[in-house]
């Protein structure tokens, strides 16, 4: 599989948004791709050092995304987390093999900036996906809490 990643620009704003549309569970959370709120937060997210929104590419083409954010904390001897969040497939790439290249790169990025940890969430309801990550070595270890604001 011949699939380069590198930082999103962005030009990738509405495919990205689109990916992360193309999903039932968080298909309400999204609006218009070509909305500028998104261009606002890719600002924000690209300014960010301890930001990386990255794209998949196939022959020039996106064909995936995910965000990787670095933590600092005291916790775990001061060691830096690395959280893995949005990560999406486009649809016809799905079960080919991307999702896992995708979190291996990941899982690498974050070895190789020393974080003593990857985490990441996944929707209670997304059985596929816990198996998935199960099967890449993350542990199902603690419950998640979160309030919409």
Known sequence: MSVTFR????????LIVAMLADDP?????EGDPSDEVYLT??????ADPRQELIVA?????????????????LSRRGGERALVEAVRVAAPERGRGLGRAMMR?????????GCRM?????????????????????VDSHVGFKLAL
């Open 118 to 138: 990857v985490q990441l969430t996944s929707d209670k309801d997304r059985a596929e996906a816990h198996r998935f990550y199960g099967s890449l070595g993350f």
């Open 57 to 73: 590419e196939r022959n020039g083409e996106v064909v995936g995304t995910m965000q990787i954010t670095y933590i600092p904390g």
């Open 41 to 46: 937060a890719f600002a924000a997210v690209d």
């Open 7 to 14: 930082q999103a620009r962005p030009a990738d704003v509405p």
């Open 25 to 29: 569970i968080a298909a309400a959370r």
């Open 105 to 113: 790169w990941a899982i690498d990025r974050a070895r190789e900036r």
